[in-house]
């Protein structure tokens, strides 16, 4: 080749360059934030890509992810919000009321997306459910106002049983309205509670050992995502004291637990990828309105009920969505 060919070939690689980079950083980039562990949000995780996906964005293609786990720890959340910040992220996808409130707290200009369990109103995330205004939007799944159903139908479940667990993360922002709930079902049911708390693993032990000591039949785990990230080890506990539980989530019921009755999670989280691309594609979050979960779940593991010598009632399976045998 030629001292001039060479040259010029040389000039029109370097001008490419420039082109080359800003190609590579125009593909958005969208962090997830989470309260628990990848592990343990698998399905979840999956059904929020299929939520970008469904819109032309697919991740490692046209659009980049990074994930954040706090798993458990809400402490940690600040720390992965504004870590998020400054990579400049196009859309922050969040879980949990700790985890919204971290981001809310760290930018007022990247567009924020939660989905949550307890009111995003009452959490302070936004003023209305319809016109959330700022730059968040996202998912209510509804589940911490479920806890009265819940022990309901724990109650159907051992109609016998005169008092009931319950296992409450304090530092969950619904755990008050939570305990309350709980509380005036108990009078209407005419059973007695034993309220514990936990939001360390290894506090789980005690409170367990202060269920069983208190006569408790049966125990609800309330609402929280600690819980959920750490919920194998929850329903090894309660099976290891004979103690019939319901959880929010099917996955619970999927992994052993007796009962659960909640919103679909993964739609939940199908929606929060949804609305991700759809601010992508220009949308401000400010006139997305809070998305309320519809589809209820009441799941009941057959195997466990009989592992518990507990004989399902009729009209308890005719109203599940799913037995599992």
């Not at 400049?88 to 919204?100: E, K, R």
């Not at 309660?238 to 319901?246: S, V």
Request: include cysteine; proline fraction near 6%; charge should be neutral.
């Amino acid at each position: 080749m030629r001292r001039r060919e060479f040259i010029a070939l040389l000039g029109s690689a370097t001008a490419a360059w420039p082109l080359a980079v800003r190609a590579q950083a125009a593909v958005p980039m969208v962090g997830f934030m989470a309260a628990g562990s990848r592990a343990a949000l698998r399905d979840e995780l999956e059904a929020f890509e299929a939520g970008l996906k469904q819109l032309g964005f697919f991740p490692g293609q046209n659009v980049a992810l990074e994930y954040r786990f706090a798993a458990g720890q809400y402490e940690r959340f600040q720390e992965l919000a504004a870590d998020l910040v400054r990579r400049q992220v196009s859309v922050l996808a969040v879980s949990s009321p700790p985890g919204a409130l971290a981001p809310k707290r760290a930018t007022t200009t990247i567009p924020i997306v939660f989905s949550i369990g307890a009111d995003p109103v009452a959490a302070g995330l936004v003023p209305t459910l319809s016109r959330p205004g700022g730059n968040i939007t996202g998912i209510y799944q509804f589940t911490t106002g479920l806890e009265a159903k819940r022990l309901g139908l724990l109650h159907e479940m051992v109609p016998k049983v005169e008092t009931i667990g319950v296992l409450v993360n304090p530092s969950y922002p619904a755990a008050d309205s939570q305990i309350r709930d709980v509380g005036e079902a108990a009078t209407s049911l005419r059973v007695q509670l034993v309220i514990v708390r936990a939001n360390k693993e290894n506090e789980f032990d005690a409170a367990f050992s202060t269920v069983v000591a208190q006569r408790a039949g049966a125990l609800l785990v309330c609402a929280s995502p600690f819980f959920n990230a750490t919920r194998q080890q929850l329903i090894l506990l309660a099976a290891r004291h004979g103690l019939p539980a319901i959880f929010e989530w099917r996955d619970y019921a999927a992994a052993g637990g007796l009962m659960s009755y909640g919103t679909d999670l993964s739609e939940a989280y199908h929606q929060v990828g949804v609305y991700a691309a759809r601010i992508i594609k220009g949308e401000k979050p400010s006139d997305l309105p809070i998305v309320q979960s519809t589809k209820f779940e009441f799941v009941i593991n057959l195997s466990t009920a009989k592992a518990l010598h507990i004989e399902v009632p009729p009209t308890l399976s005719a109203r599940a969505d799913e037995i599992i045998e």
